[in-house]
């Protein structure tokens, strides 16, 4: 397949998506030689759509100080026809939600004993 077809395709994928409902991303980056395109999204439900649209098995999440700033950032991936796809996801997080990665069991009443 040639560079040009790569290309076509790569992009083709985005549009099949977009024409079957999902937001378009808000960033779209394709990396020189098609082996690498990255779509930003603006939430999680978009997230999710383009992950189960394009069958990303492979999940990740990092949680980071950006200058004072906690960030959660989502990715999923997948590998098609030789291109490493992601969709990622950035957030601000709240020291609230990071309370709740200690609660072992979040819907239970009982304390927990440490």
Known sequence: MTELATRAQAFGLIAEGVAAGLSAPWRLYL????RYLSLSV??????NAWRTHLGC???????????GEIRRASVAE????GCRISVEL???VSTADLDR???????STEPEER
Not at 42 to 47: I, K, L, P, S, Y
Not at 57 to 67: F, I, N, T
Not at 78 to 81: I, S
């Open 78 to 81: 997948v590998v098609l026809d």
């Open 31 to 34: 990396a020189r030689g098609c």
């Open 57 to 67: 098995p492979e999940l990740s999440v990092r949680v980071y100080d950006a200058g």
């Open 101 to 107: 990665l200690l609660v072992v069991d979040p819907t």
């Open 42 to 47: 603006g939430d999680r439900a978009e997230w």
């Open 90 to 92: 950035v957030e601000e």
